[in-house]
């Protein structure tokens, strides 16, 4: 069974950073684009940034631009969300995901979740003073 698998959600106090992963069981991360999202109570799942296969290609939602990055590791297997300078706005379940394509295609435009279909449970992060 495909499954992914998030970490690194915590409490941050506004303007300090998080690192979430994100792991895949029972495949390997290298030939698939994989999308980080976002969903706060009440709102919509907002789709936050996508990194190609290769890493080659990231798009990151116009809400997060400058603050949040996303990078591959490829000896590790794993899929990075870098947070930075977070606000109380940040507060959500954040889940990754997955679609299988090495193209580049796969992260261009809005980062939408119908794009994708493997998930993870999420991990939230929660930004308080």
Known sequence: QLQLVESGGGLVQPGGSLRLSCAASGFTLDY????????????EREGVSCISASGGSTNIADSVKGRFTSSRDSVQKLVYLQMNNLEPEDTAVYYCAAVEGIADFYCAGAVSSA????????????VSS
């Open 115 to 126: 794009r994708f279909d493997v998930w993870g449970q999420g991990t939230q992060v929660t």
């Open 32 to 43: 698939y684009a994989v999308g980080w999202f976002r969903q706060a109570p009440g709102k």
